[in-house]
């Protein structure tokens, strides 16, 4: 489901775990973290490791009706919304909560997100303004300061703006562009002719032409609407990056003054646009994708007035039916969530309002829950894990037997410097400055929204706060982000099956011992690497060592392009590159790690498993999940982390310990001979 956006993490140059898009229940204790009941013990473990550890556990985890996929992520992700309602609900418990406290606003926000009378009662009303504003436009420089202030609300026709990290002065925040403007999840769905993506495209005209009709146009005014939508967006498509071409950061680093801008692009009024965003000088900018600035120029000067208000309207229409009436929400839903996810039910309406609220006030109420929820000996044993998987990565560097001493020598010096967050952040979030009211969830929305558009348009020329966060402590998923060369874990993610206090080491190793590994490799894939210590974009490696590193990630890519699933879809290798580089990373440190710790030790075996054992038992647990045939499809072409059935058969079996704790042998399916194994880091 789409929300009014706020800056998407590619955008922010952040590189996560994974998507939190499933649930099963929770673990505790060590005789629980693996369970042999959900093992599927008649499958070979060289013909799908991944069956073999979760076979039964789908068998008896059918997707549920209000999701896509059902898995160990959400495991996490369904009990912390639990725990954030108890929350809210003892704050509005309270009477005595003060205009203008916390309290107060996330009562507030989540309770006018809860009054369905008075939401389907205005109807269209909320936007109606907005729309008007649309239609009375008269002037294309109208037009463009449209576009600016649709931006403040974060609706987002067009482009993408936002503050970021300088990427070759890691130091400094500048003004950044990004391609957007399109519906639909990649330009594949537009440029594309085979038939699934011909009947997708026809589903999302009529789901266009819905809102137009829900909007109060007559059936033939809707339908051309939605013809005009998606030619417009089709052609911005046309001159879109694909999510290849954007994988490569040289790619969308073109630093320059406005008036560089200004001649790339001289058709859209940029003096005009930045003046209504309220940033009348932006210094330097970073125009992530020239050739799609570029596009859009032509396209202004192409298209008449009156088909791009037509786009605007629909822009305001589609990110704000979600928090609309009722038939708004259902005709959105019934296009993503249906059509593109398959879908059967709508998320409970309390768990939607709850995401909203969360994602607007998310430190607010990450406070509340890091204070309840997050125990403070979680934190340090976390930072005696980040350590040792530190030090067990430093000596992987050392004996690499494809890497140059002084390349080897700056990898070393990049990896001791990359800074570790852990649960929550040092300095929390100032909220003094929004206003939320009692009785009007869309103003709520549109007041949070400009909130956060201000806060980021303020960095522009200041100093980069390294101290913080991109995700909130109660998100499930961890990241790293190169320009600030930093890993982050959230306290969300920091609970069983990830990691478990009461759990030998063998099971934390396996687990939130991987998910360590997997961030620092980040730092060295395919993108990673490109960055030096400080965070900036720069190029520390010898040619021969990068020629090297290129035909080793090649090698991983085919063995990822090879993999099959619903019988004839194939993991694009390229695309989950950086992914892949990190989970086989993760697996090797993490387990070097895990022999760091046993000393030579060799721990009895815990229900007739050994410690190696449970190590790669636990990393396929963390992975396992059911997922419906539409949304794994969907996936493969936007998603760049392979899907988890590939990300637990195709690692492992480049490990050559993984055999032997496993007897696997020649023959079998996923088997790799000894020469073809793939190591990287």
Request: with cysteine; net charge negative.
């Amino acid at each position: 489901m789409k929300k009014l956006l706020s800056i998407p993490l590619a955008l922010a140059m952040i590189w996560a775990l994974g998507s939190c898009n499933q649930q099963p229940k929770k673990q505790t204790g060590m005789n629980e973290a693996i369970n042999p009941a959900n093992m599927d013990k008649n499958i070979l473990p060289g013909n799908n490791f991944y069956e073999y550890v979760n076979g039964n556990w789908i068998k008896d985890h059918p997707v549920p009706p209000e999701y896509s996929s059902y898995g160990a992520f959400t495991v996490l992700y369904e009990n912390n919304e639990k725990e954030l309602k108890d929350l809210i609900d003892e704050i509005s418990k309270k009477k005595d909560a003060p205009m203008g406290s916390i309290d107060q606003k996330i009562r507030d926000f989540f309770n006018s997100g809860m009054d369905t009378a008075q939401i389907n009662a205005a109807g269209i009303k909320p936007i109606e303004p907005e729309l008007q504003t649309i239609q009375n436009i008269k002037t294309k420089k109208e037009l463009d300061a449209e576009i600016a202030k649709l931006h403040t609300m974060r609706v987002h026709p067009l482009f993408f703006f936002y503050a970021g990290a300088d990427e070759k002065n890691s130091s400094m925040e500048i003004a950044n562009l990004h391609q957007g403007g399109l519906g639909l999840p990649d330009v594949d769905y537009y440029l594309k002719d085979d038939a699934p993506i011909k009947k997708i495209r026809e589903a999302y005209k009529q789901y266009i032409a819905r809102l137009f009709e829900l909007k109060g146009d007559s059936g033939k005014e809707a339908q051309k609407a939605a013809n005009t939508v998606l030619d417009i967006e089709t052609q911005l498509a046309k001159v879109s990056f694909t999510r290849l071409e954007r994988r490569v950061p040289e790619n969308n680093y073109n630093k320059m003054p406005l008036a560089q801008l200004e001649k790339i692009s001289p058709d859209f009024d940029w003096s005009v646009y930045f003046a209504a965003l309220g940033l009348k000088n932006p210094g330097d900018i970073n125009v992530s994708q020239l050739r799609f600035f570029e596009g859009i120029s032509k396209l202004m000067k192409e298209i008449p007035l009156s088909q791009w208000k037509t786009y605007l309207e629909w822009k305001m229409l589609d990110d704000a039916a979600p928090f609309l009436s009722e038939p708004f929400v259902e005709a959105q839903f019934d296009f993503f969530g249906k059509t593109l996810s398959g879908q059967q039910e709508m998320r409970p309406r309390w768990k939607r309002v709850l995401g909203v609220t969360s994602g607007n006030m998310g430190e607010a109420l990450g406070k509340l829950y890091v204070e309840k929820y997050f125990p403070p000996e979680s934190k340090k044993r976390m930072l005696e894990l980040v350590e040792n998987l530190r030090a067990a990565f430093a000596e992987r560097i050392k004996k690499l037997d494809w890497m140059s001493e002084g390349t080897k020598e700056k990898a070393l010096e990049k990896l001791e410097a990359i800074t570790v967050k852990i649960g929550y952040p040092d300095k929390w979030r100032d909220y003094s400055a929004l206003q939320i009211i009692p009785d009007n969830y869309f103003q709520n929305l549109v007041n949070a929204s400009k909130f956060s558009f201000e806060y980021n348009l303020e960095k522009v020329g200041k100093p980069v706060d390294k101290s913080e966060w991109g995700m909130t402590p109660q998100t499930v998923n961890a990241y790293y982000n190169p320009s600030n060369n930093e890993i982050v874990f959230p306290a969300g993610i920091l609970q069983p099956p990830f990691f478990n206090k009461d759990a030998d080491d063998a099971v934390n190793y396996g687990a939130i011992g991987v998910v360590i590994g997997h961030e620092m490799t980040h730092g060295f894939d395919d993108q990673g690497r490109k960055y030096d210590k400080e965070g900036n974009m720069n190029d520390w490696w010898t040619k021969e060592d990068a020629e090297r590193f290129a035909k080793k990630t090649a090698e991983l890519a085919k063995e990822y392009d090879n993999y099959t699933l619903l019988d004839s879809l194939h993991v694009n290798g390229e695309m989950t590159m950086g992914e892949n580089i990190a989970d086989l990373g993760g697996l090797n440190i993490s387990h070097d790690a895990l022999m760091r710790a046993l000393n030579g030790k060799t721990p009895k075996p815990i229900q007739g498993f050994t410690a190696d054992q449970r190590f790669f038992l636990s990393y396929a647990t963390i992975w396992r999940q059911s997922i419906r045939p539409k949304e794994l499809a969907k996936r493969l072409k936007t998603d760049v982390h392979s899907p988890a059935e590939a990300r637990v058969n195709i690692p492992p079996f480049n490990m050559d310990v993984f055999y032997k704790d496993f007897d696997i042998k020649a023959g079998e399916k996923l088997y790799i001979a000894p020469d073809d194994r793939v190591k990287i880091w």
